[in-house]
């Protein structure tokens, strides 16, 4: 059984910085597109940011120049973290992996738990 165990989250004040991790197993981090997700009550989740095992990144355009996304690979571990955080990035925020690159959480063959970021005003 594949599992993401994520790890972070929490409550923030407008303007500060989380940091979320992702583990997962060695087969998983070397051989799958790992992503970052948010989703909000009634939408879809939304790609925020992912990277290959080249450590090729993309970041989501809501996020872009506020977030990055890094792997460890000795820890088999990729992290998001989250700087300048507005009340609009208030989401459930959840990792997955994709055979290859994806931006649909549809094309996501695996997920963490999830874990939830509340920004404050």
């Known amino acids: 059984q594949v599992q993401l165990i994520e790890s972070g989250g929490g409550l923030v004040t407008a303007g500060g910085s989380l940091r979320l991790s992702c583990a997962a197993s060695?087969?998983?981090?070397?051989?799958?597109?790992l992503g970052w997700f948010r989703q909000t009550p009634g939408k879809e989740r939304e790609f925020v940011a992912g990277i290959d095992w080249r450590g090729s990144v993309q970041i989501g355009d809501p996020v872009k120049g506020r977030f990055s996304i890094s792997r460890d690979n000795a820890k088999n571990t990729w992290s998001l973290q989250m700087n300048s955080l507005k009340p609009e990035d208030t989401a459930e925020y959840l990792c997955?992996?994709?055979?290859?690159?994806?931006?649909?959480?549809?094309?996501?063959?695996?997920w963490g738990q999830g874990t939830q970021v509340t920004v404050s005003s």
């Open positions: 060695k087969r998983i981090f070397s051989d799958y597109y």
């Open positions: 997955g992996a994709s055979r290859s690159f994806r931006l649909r959480a549809s094309e996501y063959q695996y």
